[in-house]
């Protein structure tokens, strides 16, 4: 029994404790460092790269006017009223507003699907490209039940996008969302879809 005892602690003298190793030792072997390590490469199906560059150059930057005649809801502006101002847009009766958002190229001769707040009501709508070129649009078409409208600028060999099936996606898969409402570079940003509504008819 004597005999036992003392193997048993000499064992566990020898075996190195857990727990030993440093803390830099623990860090190099974290899996965090392992994928930022020189050896590895993120394969193209993880990353976005591919992606952001086939949509950004087909995503517009959309900016509308809007002009609002004067007597329609009786508001003043205190401040143009205290400094003797003419309303804005320098046009008797009349008050000038700007709204912007993004577009989508759809089709090589200069569709373009945007939404239908975006543009509703404007006299005029700009439409900037990735590569800076400016085209006025015209208002095709608008539905307000589903927030879309349709524009059209002139010319042709635009890049576009073509329309996917959303019916085919699956919950967990991941999407991509790219926009343009400041009128600055696009902007790429990504989610998983969390869940689907399914429509069912009565």
Do not use: C
């Amino acid at each position: 029994m004597i005999g036992g005892i003392v193997a048993l602690a000499g064992v566990n003298f020898l075996m190195p404790r857990q727990g030993a190793s440093s803390f830099d030792e623990k860090q190099q072997m974290s899996f965090v460092n392992l994928l930022s390590g020189k050896d590895f490469k993120i394969p193209d199906g993880i990353n976005f790269v591919a992606s952001a560059q086939l949509v950004t150059p087909a995503v517009v930057h959309v900016k509308s006017q809007v002009t609002y005649t004067g007597g329609g809801s009786g508001q003043r502006d205190p401040l143009q009223e205290f400094f003797w101002l003419p309303p804005e847009g320098g046009r008797p009766g009349g008050q000038q507003g700007m709204s912007s958002g993004s577009g989508v190229i759809i089709s090589p001769d200069g569709y373009i699907v945007t939404n239908n707040h975006v543009v509703e009501g404007a006299d005029k709508v700009e439409i900037s490209l990735e590569n800076n070129k400016r085209f006025t649009a015209t208002v095709v078409g608008t539905d307000p039940s589903t927030d879309l409208a349709l524009l059209k600028i002139e010319g042709e060999n635009f890049p576009f996008v073509r329309f996917g099936d959303s019916d085919s996606t699956q919950i967990g898969e991941w999407v991509l969302a790219v926009g343009n409402p400041f009128d600055l570079n696009s902007t790429v940003t990504a989610g998983i879809i969390s869940a689907k509504r399914e429509t069912s008819e009565f």
